[in-house]
């Protein structure tokens, strides 16, 4: 069995924090590019962040840069999603994936569960 698992998700106020986790079973994060995806109800799913292999080169949406900060440890075989001055448009199940680095960061065919996000007075 390999697979992502996202952690990290709950209830917050708008301006509050969260500190996503992505961490991988059954293979090694080493040789992939990692990519944050998010699915509010209602609507498709949009990516949100990617990271190189290295970690030298990380993507962003416009709707979250600046707000928000992609890393990973590989020796931990865990990528990260670090989210400040959260807003409720941030609100969503956010997901990772295997992407092909670029622009796009294109995800690979099979998703996990997600975590929840929710962002709310």
């Known amino acids: 069995q390999s697979q992502l698992v996202e952690s990290g998700g709950g209830l917050v106020q708008p301006g509050g924090s969260l500190r996503l986790s992505c961490a991988a079973s059954?293979?090694?994060?080493?040789?992939?590019?990692i990519g944050w995806f998010r699915q509010a109800p209602g609507k498709e799913r949009e990516g949100v962040s990617c990271?190189?292999?290295?970690?030298?080169?990380?993507n962003y949406a416009d709707s979250v840069k600046g707000r928000f900060t992609i890393s990973r440890n590989n020796v931990k075989n865990t990528v990260y999603l670090q989210m400040n001055n959260l807003k409720p448009e941030d609100t969503a199940i956010y997901y990772c994936?295997?992407?092909?680095?670029?622009?796009?960061?294109?995800?690979?065919?099979?998703w996990g569960q997600g975590t929840q996000v929710t962002v709310s007075s």
């Open positions: 994936n295997r992407v092909s680095f670029g622009r796009l960061c294109t995800p690979g065919e099979y």
């Open positions: 059954g293979f090694s994060l080493d040789y992939y590019a």
């Open positions: 990271i190189s292999t290295s970690g030298g080169s990380t």
